[in-house]
């Protein structure tokens, strides 16, 4: 049901993203650090939804089809932030084209199989792929001008946080392909011919 605390954590995700654009459009350091907080609470709710989901057995098709879809819409929404505002150098754009690129493959992916009624399930490296990719994308967030509010000037916060998407971008190569070939196996190829 829509209305279950699980589907309500979802739903902020969603209902959040405004309002970290909002921030971040703002390139004031307490704007940067605000941007930072609320995405970081946003993807602390995509562990909670599911966590809550499967303890209070309120798992629903509702909340299957939209959790993937708050994820990749709060994640898409960051790095266009960050591409868009120039908080990424240029190396760092391409870790932020390849996880673009792998959400749109396995979004396409769960739709063909969909159809065919087999699932593609959660990976636990994709679970990690997603906690390095949210803390990577909190950080950058937050970047240099924000790091000094929490006494944290002193680090090079936009070079870790591009770092860590360097590090989910490997992990979302891996899951990618995990995935794709997942998808293959059930896709109606044509026989090679020899």
């Known amino acids: 049901m829509p209305t279950d605390l699980p ?3 979802t739903l ?3 209902a959040a993203i405004p309002l970290l654009v909002a921030f971040a459009m703002l390139r004031l350091p307490w704007a940067d650090m605000a941007a930072c907080v609320v995405f970081s609470i946003a993807a602390i709710t995509d562990y909670f939804d599911g ?3 499967r303890d209070r057995q309120q798992t629903s098709d509702f909340g299957r089809m939209l959790d993937p879809i708050a994820d990749k ?3 898409g929404a960051a790095l266009m932030l960050l ?11 391409i870790p932020a084209i390849v996880i673009m690129l792998r959400e749109i493959l396995v979004s396409g992916l769960r739709e063909y199989l969909a159809a065919l009624r087999v699932g593609l399930p959660v990976t636990p490296l994709a679970k990690w792929k ?3 990719q949210m803390g990577a994308l909190g950080v950058l967030l937050a970047g240099d001008s924000g790091a000094p509010l929490v006494g944290l000037g002193w680090l090079p ?21 995990d995935y794709l070939t ?10 090679a011919r020899p």
Not at 87 to 93: A, D, E, P, T, V
């Open 7 to 9: 589907n309500l954590l």
């Open 12 to 14: 902020s995700r969603i």
């Open 51 to 53: 966590k809550l989901a």
């Open 73 to 75: 819409l709060l994640v």
């Open 83 to 93: 591409a868009g505002t120039n908080r990424l150098s240029i190396l760092g754009l």
């Open 130 to 132: 997603t906690g390095v």
């Open 157 to 177: 916060i936009a070079g870790i946080g591009e770092a860590g998407l360097w590090v989910a971008a490997a992990l979302t190569l891996l899951t990618g392909w």
């Open 182 to 191: 997942a998808g293959l196996r059930h896709a109606n190829l044509p026989a």
